[in-house]
């Protein structure tokens, strides 16, 4: 099995700054892409930020310039540094890899992570 745990998460205020992490535990697949996802409350879940294993990023535009994607390949774990925090960005934030296992591709997602931002 393979678990994805977030933390991080929290209140903070407006202009405020946050740093989620997530760790991905379990099979020994290889892990082609990580990133990150939030879902607003009566919104569709939308892609936030994804980084590949050579490194590669896409950011969505409402986050560039404000948001940070990075992983540490050898701990299987991916960061998503926030700062200029927005109440728009206010979300349940979801951790996300994309896998391969003997030419067989796989989707996990973390359970999420509450991103409060308000005054």
């Known amino acids: 099995q393979v678990q994805l745990v977030e933390s991080g998460g929290g209140l903070v205020e407006p202009g405020g700054s946050l740093r989620l992490s997530c760790v991905r535990s379990g099979r020994i697949f290889s892990i082609n892409v990580m990133g990150w996802y939030r879902q607003a409350p009566g919104k569709q879940r939308e892609l936030v930020a994804t980084i590949t294993r050579g490194g590669t990023i896409d950011y969505a535009d409402s986050v560039k310039g404000r948001f940070t994607i990075s992983r540490d390949n050898a701990k299987n774990t991916v960061y998503l540094q926030m700062n200029s925090l927005k109440p728009e960005d206010t979300a349940v934030y979801y951790c996300?890899?994309?896998?391969?296992?003997?030419?067989?591709?796989?989707?996990?997602w973390g359970q999420g992570t509450q991103v409060t931002v308000s005054s």
């Open positions: 996300h890899t994309e896998e391969s296992h003997w030419a067989l591709s796989y989707n996990y």
